[in-house]
Structure formats: C-alpha cells, structure tokens
C-alpha cells in the first residue's frame, strides 16, 4: 500500500507479551474508529496482535482467529469490532456474501489479517501494522495513511 502520510519507529516485539503490550499502548490511545491493516508472514504475531488489542479494549468473550469464519464481531468500549482474516481468499470477489458494508462505520474497529486479498473490497486503511521476524522475536511498524491515523501513531511515538 502506497501513499502514506506518516511512519512510525520500529519497536522490537522480542515475545507475544511485548506485541500484546504494544497491542495496550494503541488501545489506550484509541478513541475512535480505526481501520487497521495488518502485514506480516505467517506466524509474525498477526492475530496475537489483534486479540491482545480486542481484549485491551474490553472485548471479555474469547477472541477467536477468524482463520476459517473470516470474520468475527465483537463490541469493544461499546463500539462495533471486526477482525477478518483473508488468508483463505483467492479473489476479492469471494467477499461479496460476507456483508462488508457494515464495515463502513465510521465508529467501528476494523482489523484485517491478509488485506491485499481483499483489495477493493475493503474500506481504505487509517493504519497498517507491519510484523516481521527479527532473530527469535519480531518487529512491527506502524504506517499511517490518514488523518485519524496518524493522530494515532504520533500519540504512540
């Protein structure tokens, strides 16, 4: 994804408890909306990252990988959230039966595992998240691509 307005530091995530404290310090800090795109390879902390962030949030129910569903909903500091996992998609013309346009609400927490097999599909993102391995642990940066976003990475930052 190009066309970024602002990129953040790179913060080591050396075990799941610095990405899930990682996944504390957005959640303190987001008060609105947010569509989030996350990047990484299999196995990068993508999904650890997004439960971390959904029960920093307050979601009490077990956050499940939507690795078959898709897509899961939730309600986060009473707001809608989603987390999708697109890695099964071969064409974004799969996701015309999940419903997407609830995922226009300008309220709502939007994560997306895999978003570039959803391309023109989904809403544009206020943020990414990029995990990749570094030695034994990871290492993630934030990217912000509008206004909303970057409010947020500079609180972060």
Do not use: C, N
Not at 31 to 51: E, I, M, N
Not at 82 to 102: F, K, N, Q, S, V
Request: glycine share 10%.
């Amino acid at each position: 994804m190009s066309g970024h307005l602002e990129t953040g530091p790179v913060w080591p995530l050396p075990d799941e408890a610095a990405t899930a404290a990682l996944a504390s310090r957005v959640a303190a800090r987001l008060d609105d909306g947010l569509v989030f795109y996350l990047h990484g390879p299999l196995g990068a902390g993508k999904t650890s990252f997004a439960r971390a962030l959904l029960t920093a949030l307050g979601v009490g129910e077990r956050v499940k990988s939507p690795t078959y569903s898709l897509m899961e909903g939730y309600t986060a500091r009473e707001r809608p959230a989603w987390h999708l996992d697109l890695y099964r998609i071969a064409d974004p013309g799969e996701l015309e039966w999940l419903g997407l346009d609830t995922l226009t609400d300008p309220d709502a927490l939007v994560l997306v595992e895999w978003p570039e097999r959803g391309a023109g599909a989904l809403p544009a993102a206020d943020l990414e998240l990029r995990l990749d391995y570094l030695g034994e642990g990871r290492r993630a940066q934030l990217r912000a691509f509008t206004a909303r976003g970057v409010r947020l990475l500079r609180q972060l930052s």
